[in-house]
């Protein structure tokens, strides 16, 4: 490393052409001249010197190569070497935390543009759209292979567009930013979580109904129901009717002691300004849960009314009619939950409730089982790290779990094996969901890069990456929602992405 230093300090020496560099206050340490030759040497004499040689800069444009300094920092555009400073408190920062996320946002930018530009995409690798006609009148491919095919090639070419969000607030809308969008069954709502400037969180439906092509259009139906906690996690429960409210887990923000955690049912009809004569609101219902990571509403008719919370080292099942509570005991905080409808190869239609913990852990819980019992553990899976969402395919015989270390993985639970991985996902200790759309055929995740891809149900292939269409950021990382009928029964396939104030639509 000194002899490059040196090196890199003697470009005088180099021959001609080469310039001379000295270290100004301005932290820049050299210029580039033409001195390829010394960097060769520079490199040369550090790999006999040592075990390892050290990298070179792959950003410099076209094929040369500079040395990589320890301690310092090429700039291709300004083509000079610049010091990396350990702190933020400078006058003039330069970390590798900004080079990182000035070299993704370049990225991002790029992937925009090629979007914009590319309107004909491939999925795959030699299927187009005449490639696969071909194949298939030649018999390469089967009825099924084809029209698997063809949707992801239609996935493939989804073009993004915004949608015109409409409200009685304008002001509203310009401020508050989307923290989390999630559909309902028949896809012709979309409950809202926006944080407000003033701290907090606030509640919204949106109705799809109208969103028809060429105009974009929605009405948002917002609700004076504020609250000062963190909203964890919220699920669509069907307590008079079909996604009658919505069932929501918060924990108490640092600091606010006479505020501890709830979950809360709210219904649905407080969004709606009018109601039909004799429909009335409905009930809302707020339980004091102390730390509630994540909740789950249960459509099994053994566990009729009922929901879960998932806490620090417990699993609270609760009932909203008779407000009986079972607890089981847990040796890490559950930070995902979902209900079996019915599993027969287990128990025939046991009432099974899946957990994923912070440990890696994912456990199946028999409700018929006494609390203080042994066996309550139907079945037990592991990963390497915290999981963050489980998914029970339709068939429930397997189920797909995502964690921090961004793995995603599908597991039978018969053999309580792993049997395919989803590659591609980024996350580090962020907690994000994951949406498994089988009539799709396909796996939708948001990883904390800010970038969402979207693979195969079927073999795990990656078949696309959607960039953000805003800067990335910790706290801007879109949330988004896959429907088969956005609008509605017949709505057109499709796929919303909502980021900081704005909503946009993926649609074939």
């Known amino acids: 490393e000194q002899k490059c230093i040196k090196a890199a300090g003697r470009v005088e020496d ?209 609700n004076l129901y504020f609250t000062n906690r963190k909203v964890n996690s919220v699920c669509w429960a069907s307590l008079n009717h079909l996604d009658s409210h919505i069932l929501s887990s918060r924990l108490c923000l640092m600091g606010i002691a006479e505020t501890p955690g709830c979950a809360t049912l709210l219904p649905a009809s407080l969004f709606v300004s009018s109601h039909p004569a004799g429909d009335r609101p409905g009930m809302l219902c707020s339980f004091r849960i102390p730390g509630a990571w994540s909740c789950a509403w249960s459509l099994n008719i053994q566990a009729n009314n009922c929901f879960s919370t998932g806490l620090s080292r417990r699993v609270l099942v609760t009932n909203v009619v008779t407000g009986h509570r079972r607890s089981f005991g847990t040796s890490s905080d559950v930070l995902a939950q979902q209900f079996a409808l019915m599993v027969g190869w287990i128990g025939k239609g046991a009432p099974l409730l899946f957990n994923g913990c912070r440990s890696g852990e994912i456990f199946a819980i028999d409700l018929r089982c006494h609390n203080q019992g042994k066996g309550w553990k139907a079945t037990r899976l592991f990963h390497d ?85 805003h800067p990335t950021s910790k706290s801007d990382i879109p949330s988004v929602a896959f429907s088969s009928r956005l609008g509605g029964f017949r709505g057109a396939p499709g796929l919303l992405m909502a980021v900081q104030q704005d909503l946009y639509c993926f649609s074939y």
């Open 385 to 469: 790290s915290a999981v963050t969402s489980v998914q029970i395919l339709q068939e429930e015989e397997s189920l797909m779990a995502s964690d921090m270390a961004g793995k995603i993985k599908l597991w039978d639970l018969r053999t309580t094996k792993c049997i395919r991985q989803y590659e591609g996902h980024v996350n580090e200790y962020a907690y994000l969901p994951l949406h498994v759309h089988e009539e799709e055929e396909i796996v939708v995740a948001v990883g904390q890069d800010c970038y969402t891809r979207i693979w195969s149900l079927h073999d795990g292939h990656l078949l696309r990456t959607i960039p953000s269409p």
């Open 14 to 222: 180099m021959g001609e052409g080469a310039t001379s560099s000295t270290l100004g206050p301005d932290n820049t340490v050299l210029t580039r001249g033409k001195y390829n030759t010394g960097a060769q040497e520079c490199q040369q004499d550090a790999g006999h010197g040592g075990d390892e040689a050290p990298s070179t800069s792959s950003s410099t444009a076209g094929s040369s190569s500079v040395p990589d300094l320890p301690g310092y920092y090429f700039d291709p555009e300004k083509n000079r070497y610049f010091r990396l400073l350990p702190g933020h408190n400078n006058c003039n920062p330069l970390t590798k935390e900004s080079l990182r996320h000035k070299e993704m946002e370049s990225k991002r930018l790029q992937l925009l543009e090629e979007e914009d530009k590319q309107r004909k995409k491939i999925a795959r690798m030699g299927f187009n759209a005449s490639s696969l006609l071909q194949k298939s009148k030649l018999g390469f491919l089967n009825v099924t292979s084809y029209c698997r095919l063809a949707h992801e090639l239609r996935l493939s070419c989804m073009e993004r567009k915004k949608v015109q969000i409409q409200s009685s607030d304008p002001s509203a809308l310009a401020s508050d930013r989307f923290n989390l969008i999630l559909a309902d069954t028949n896809s012709d709502r979309l409950f809202t979580v926006n944080d407000v400037k003033v701290g907090g969180s606030k509640y919204g439906i949106i109705s799809l109904r109208g969103m028809k092509t060429p105009t974009l259009r929605v009405h948002m139906h917002e």
